[in-house]
């Protein structure tokens, strides 16, 4: 093991150095910024530290150029100093700028104006939901306008996710040992006279879910309120959010029904091919 981290040591060392004598065509590069990130490189390849003189020694870089560098680079975030004889390591802005780039294929960041487009276009309050450990966020919403509608509570509906489509979207396409566990935490509480209260229901309601590719809370979380949903998958395939449309129970004709199912099938295929895009 340790031969071999030498061994990759040697090679991101000539690699660099290779970097550092190569000349450059002019008017292509910067020396500095090509200078500095090459110390961000060596930086990252030392979990516990590399001090000032080994990183002008790897470099070719004259001490005095290399501290200048290391200490812009101190003063902008991107390393930071740890002791004297350990030298620096990666600063908090690599993990701010690797945090920027995750949120950038979070489905409740990059979803955001296109669930406001679809529930402008239907005219209906929309949802976005994850499930997290055992519980049901919603992590968007956007109400109707001038909804009269009274929405249950997110504390109510985070272990309600047999009650609600959001939920019954994703919980359809869980292992069933994940499906027990969720069920072991959160229970089957009944809400009105249409939940479903028991394992063997709901499992055949999410055999339905899989079959149709939608799922759909028929006023079992609130009376006079009907939600449709649908599942959010990422570039794997893996469900990973879902989204769903509410509107009242005597708005919720067939024909109404039929509508905004196919309206919400289309809408969470199109929102996972932007999110399998964006985690390319």
Request: glycine share 8%; net charge negative.
């Amino acid at each position: 093991m340790m031969n071999e981290r030498l061994h990759n040591r040697d090679q991101l060392a000539g690699g660099v150095q290779q970097a550092v004598d190569t000349p450059q065509k002019s008017g292509r590069t910067i020396q500095s910024v090509d200078r500095a990130l090459t110390l961000l490189e060596l930086a990252a390849g030392e979990v516990d530290g590399t001090t000032l003189s080994e990183l002008s020694e790897r470099t070719g870089l004259n001490a005095s150029t290399c501290h200048h560098l290391v200490m812009t680079l101190v003063a902008r975030g991107y390393l930071t100093h740890i002791s004297r004889t350990r030298g620096y390591a990666l600063g908090p802005k690599v993990r701010e700028l690797l945090e920027a780039m995750e949120q950038e294929s979070d489905p409740s960041v990059l979803l955001r104006d296109d669930l406001r487009r679809l529930g402008q276009r239907l005219g209906l309050g929309v949802q976005l939901a994850v499930l997290s450990e055992t519980s049901l966020l919603t992590k968007v919403s956007f109400p109707g306008p001038a909804s009269a509608l009274k929405e249950p509570s997110e504390v109510e509906k985070m272990t309600a996710l047999h009650a609600t489509a959001t939920g019954k979207a994703i919980l359809a396409w869980i292992p069933d040992t994940e499906l027990v566990r969720i069920i072991s935490a959160n229970g089957l509480k009944s809400y009105t006279a249409n939940t479903i209260t028991t394992l063997s229901g709901l499992v055949e309601e999410l055999r339905t879910v899989r079959r149709f590719k939608y799922a759909i809370d028929d006023e079992e979380l609130r009376e006079g309120v009907v939600c449709i949903g649908a599942a959010i998958r990422e570039g794997g395939g893996a469900v990973v959010a879902s989204i769903s449309v509410t509107l009242p129970a005597e708005e919720a004709s067939d024909e109404r029904r039929s509508d905004l199912t196919r309206q919400m099938i289309e809408a969470a295929n199109t929102f996972s091919n932007k999110l399998r895009n964006a985690q390319r």
